[in-house]
């Protein structure tokens, strides 16, 4: 029997699960064996630039050299590596993308000066997935007119 037009239709993923899927994919290119984060910067539903957690160009990545552990706010934390939101934001600059009113699908929630950083680039949203709960960059996301939305995936 043929397949009904409607059963044989692929299910579409939504944008938000599109965006944040990808997100995940550009994660997996992390160059710091701590974290692997994924960032998507998107405006009407097209992908502007991407950014995952990685040392500077040029520079010695954690994967080859170890990380650069300091305490910063009590809590160990690597340096060596610019943050994937960091490395979306300069990805735009260095090709003359503008980002305004914007939104940005991350994998984890941003830390306050991906926060700040993501907030005076005039990115609107915010889109996570998962952990790294900050309660200050949320406070200060609300305060600042960011919407910081908690991504859930669907069943
Ligand atoms: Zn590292
Ligand atoms: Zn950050």
Redesign the pocket.
């Known amino acids: 029997m043929e397949p009904s037009r409607e059963s044989a239709r692929r299910e579409r993923p939504s944008w938000d699960e599109y965006f944040m899927r990808i997100a995940h994919e550009v994660a997996t290119r992390s160059t710091c064996p701590r974290l692997a984060v994924g960032a998507v910067i998107v405006r009407d539903k097209r992908i502007l630039t991407t950014g995952y957690n990685g040392s500077p160009s040029g520079m010695p990545h954690c994967d080859e050299v170890g990380c650069l552990i300091r305490i910063v706010d009590g809590r160990e934390s690597c340096q060596r590596t610019l943050?994937?939101?960091?490395n979306a934001l300069i990805q735009a600059a260095y090709h003359g993308v503008s980002v305004g009113n914007a939104s940005i699908y991350c994998t984890h929630q941003?830390?306050?000066?991906?926060v700040k950083m993501i907030m005076n680039a005039g990115i609107e949203e915010i889109y996570y997935a998962g952990g790294y709960p900050d309660p200050l960059a949320r406070e200060l996301a609300t305060e600042g007119g960011l919407r910081m939305v908690k991504y859930e995936a669907p069943e």
Not at 83 to 86: G, I, K, N, S, Y
Not at 110 to 114: F, K, R, V, Y
């Open positions: 943050h994937a939101e960091q941003p830390c306050l000066l991906c």
